[in-house]
C-alpha cells in the first residue's frame, strides 16, 4: 500500500467509505468481481486500497478485538503478535519504564508494551509507522508511545532500560518467509551483539521454526520460550539479561500455564502402548520439555524419540497442556489389515495423526479411501525401527 493511498483511508470520505462497504460486505471477502463492480461506482477513488484494508481487517479479526478499526499491510498483519500473545510478552517487560520496540511494524506489539510502560517504537517504511500511530489511537495507548521514522541500526540504545525487537523475517530478493536469525532485517546475527553491549534486557521475537542450532551460535545464550494460543505455536520469544529466567520454558495462552525445564538430567521409562497415548501440545514438544511434562503426571514414553506417552491412568487435563487418546487397537502397520480392522469396527471417518511415520496422513487416508472427520484418531508412529498404528478414540 503506498502513502497516499494510506491518506486516503485514514480521511473522513475514505474512513466513511471503508465503513460502508465493511458493512456491505460484512462477514465475506470482497472477491474479484466485486471489486471491478466498485471501480465503475467510485470511478474518481483507487478501490483496491479500500477493498485490501476490508479483507485484512476481517483476516485480523482473530489477532485483534478492535480489528475493525485498524490499518494493516498483507507483511504487516502476517508478522504482527496478537493481543493474546503481545499481553503475555509485555508483562515479562513491565518492571522496565522505557523502552525501545526497534521494529514496530503496523503496532501489535508497541501497543501492549505501552499499556505497561513508555515505548519509543522505530519503523522504518513511513506508511507503516502512520499506520502504527493510527493503531495506537485506535487502542487508546497513543499518549505512552514516540514514534520514530528511521532505521532500527539508527538507534542510540544508551538511553532505554529494555529493548523489544521482533525482526522482518521474509527475503527481500524473493518476499518468501524465512526463518533464519542470519537473514532477518535487520540481521540478528550481526545486530544483537550491538544491542546487548549497550542494553540490560532485550527480548527477541523469531519464528517458532527458528533452528535451536542457530540460536546456540548467538552471542549470548537466552532463554527460549516458545508460546501457543491453546494448540498452536505462534512464536518464540528469546529473553537476554534480565528478562532471562530460565534456560527453556513452554507457555500455553490465554491460561499462562508454564512448564520450564529442570536443569537435572531426567531419565523417563519406556514402554509399549498403554491404555491411553498422551500428545504434549505443540509449545512443550518445541520447547523440548517432554520429559518435564512426563514427570509431572507420571506418563512413560513410548520411544526415546518420539512425542508420544503413554498411561494406564485416566488424565484430566486442562489448559491445553496435552490431548488424550484412549487406545482401541494397537499393532505393527499393515495396510490390508488396517481397513479389515476400521470395516469391523464400522469406522467410516477417521483422523489421521503422525509422528516418526514416514508416510503422510493425506496418503494414508488416500490408501485407505476413508474420510476426514469424527472421534476416531488413526495415530501412526514408530518404536525403534518398527512403525506401528494405533486406533484410538479422542478423550
Given at each position: 500500500?503506498?502513502?497516499q493511498d494510506l ?9 466513511a467509505?471503508?465503513?460502508?462497504l465493511?458493512?456491505q ?5 470482497v472477491?474479484?468481481?466485486s ?6 461506482e ?5 478501490i ?5 484494508l476490508?479483507n485484512?481487517r476481517?483476516r ?10 485498524m490499518f494493516?499491510?498483507?507483511n504487516?498483519?502476517?508478522q504482527?503478535?496478537?493481543e493474546?500473545v ?5 508483562k515479562?517487560f513491565a ?5 525501545v ?7 501489535g506489539?508497541t501497543?501492549?508494551l505501552?499499556?505497561h510502560?513508555h515505548?519509543v517504537?522505530?519503523?522504518k517504511?513511513?506508511?507503516?509507522l502512520q499506520?502504527?500511530q493510527?493503531n495506537?489511537?485506535?487502542?487508546s ?6 514514534f520514530?521514522?528511521?532505521n532500527a541500526?539508527?538507534i542510540?540504545?544508551?538511553e532505554?532500560?529494555a529493548v523489544?525487537i521482533?525482526?522482518?523475517?521474509r527475503?527481500p530478493?524473493?518476499n ?6 542470519r ?5 540478528l546475527?550481526s545486530?544483537l551483539?550491538k544491542?546487548l553491549s549497550q542494553?540490560g534486557?532485550?527480548g527477541v521475537?523469531v519464528?517458532?521454526?527458528?533452528s535451536?542450532?542457530?540460536?546456540s ?7 527460549i ?5 491453546k494448540?498452536?505455536c505462534k ?5 537476554f539479561?534480565?528478562l532471562k529466567?530460565?534456560e527453556r520454558?513452554a507457555?500455553?495462552l ?6 520450564i525445564?529442570d536443569?537435572?538430567?531426567i531419565m523417563i521409562?519406556?514402554s ?6 498422551i ?10 520439555l517432554i520429559?518435564e511434562?512426563a514427570?509431572r503426571?507420571?506418563l512413560?514414553k513410548?520411544?526415546?524419540?518420539i512425542a ?5 491412568s485416566m488424565?484430566f487435563?486442562?489448559?491445553?497442556i ?5 487406545v482401541l487397537?494397537?499393532s505393527?502397520?499393515?495396510l ?7 470395516k469391523?469396527?464400522?469406522i467410516?471417518n477417521?483422523?489421521i495423526?503422525?509422528?516418526?511415520f514416514p508416510?503422510?496422513?493425506e496418503e ?7 474420510k476426514?472427520?469424527g472421534?476416531?484418531?488413526?495415530i501412526?508412529t514408530?518404536?525403534?525401527?518398527k512403525?506401528y498404528?494405533?486406533?484410538?478414540k479422542?478423550?
Amino acid at each position: 500500500m503506498k502513502y497516499q493511498d494510506l491518506e486516503f483511508l485514514l480521511s473522513k470520505e475514505g474512513k466513511a467509505l471503508t465503513r460502508k462497504l465493511s458493512l456491505q460486505f460484512f462477514g465475506q471477502k470482497v472477491k474479484p468481481e466485486s471489486v471491478l463492480k466498485l471501480r465503475k461506482e467510485f470511478p474518481d477513488i483507487d478501490i483496491r486500497s479500500v477493498v485490501e484494508l476490508i479483507n485484512l481487517r476481517q483476516r485480523a479479526e482473530g489477532k485483534f478485538k478492535n480489528a475493525s478499526d485498524m490499518f494493516f499491510t498483507k507483511n504487516g498483519l502476517e508478522q504482527s503478535t496478537g493481543e493474546n500473545v503481545a499481553e503475555h510478552v509485555a508483562k515479562r517487560f513491565a518492571p522496565f519504564k522505557n523502552i525501545v520496540d526497534l521494529t514496530c511494524g503496523v503496532g501489535g506489539n508497541t501497543i501492549a508494551l505501552a499499556r505497561h510502560s513508555h515505548v519509543v517504537a522505530v519503523e522504518k517504511d513511513n506508511t507503516t509507522l502512520q499506520m502504527a500511530q493510527e493503531n495506537a489511537k485506535v487502542n487508546s495507548v497513543e499518549k505512552n508511545i514516540d514514534f520514530i521514522n528511521t532505521n532500527a541500526e539508527n538507534i542510540d540504545l544508551k538511553e532505554f532500560d529494555a529493548v523489544f525487537i521482533d525482526p522482518a523475517r521474509r527475503d527481500p530478493k524473493s518476499n518468501t518467509r524465512t526463518v533464519s536469525l542470519r537473514d532477518s532485517i535487520p540481521s540478528l546475527t550481526s545486530f544483537l551483539p550491538k544491542i546487548l553491549s549497550q542494553v540490560g534486557a532485550v527480548g527477541v521475537k523469531v519464528s517458532p521454526a527458528v533452528s535451536y542450532d542457530e540460536i546456540s551460535l548467538l552471542s549470548e545464550i537466552p532463554e527460549i520460550e516458545v508460546i501457543a494460543e491453546k494448540n498452536e505455536c505462534k512464536q518464540v520469544m528469546l529473553w537476554f539479561g534480565k528478562l532471562k529466567t530460565v534456560e527453556r520454558r513452554a507457555t500455553i495462552l490465554p491460561s499462562g500455564v508454564s512448564f520450564i525445564n529442570d536443569p537435572k538430567p531426567i531419565m523417563i521409562e519406556c514402554s509399549p502402548f498403554m491404555k491411553y497415548i498422551i500428545e504434549p501440545n505443540c509449545s512443550i514438544i518445541r520447547a523440548h520439555l517432554i520429559d518435564e511434562l512426563a514427570i509431572r503426571f507420571k506418563l512413560k514414553k513410548i520411544d526415546p524419540n518420539i512425542a508420544y506417552l503413554t498411561t494406564d491412568s485416566m488424565l484430566f487435563p486442562e489448559n491445553d497442556i496435552f490431548k488424550i487418546f484412549e487406545v482401541l487397537v494397537a499393532s505393527s502397520y499393515n495396510l490390508k489389515g488396517l481397513k479389515k480392522k476400521l470395516k469391523e469396527l464400522k469406522i467410516s471417518n477417521i483422523n489421521i495423526t503422525r509422528r516418526g511415520f514416514p508416510k503422510k496422513p493425506e496418503e494414508i487416508r488416500s490408501l485407505l479411501k476413508i474420510k476426514e472427520g469424527g472421534p476416531f484418531f488413526l495415530i501412526l508412529t514408530r518404536i525403534g525401527n518398527k512403525h506401528y498404528q494405533i486406533i484410538a478414540k479422542r478423550i
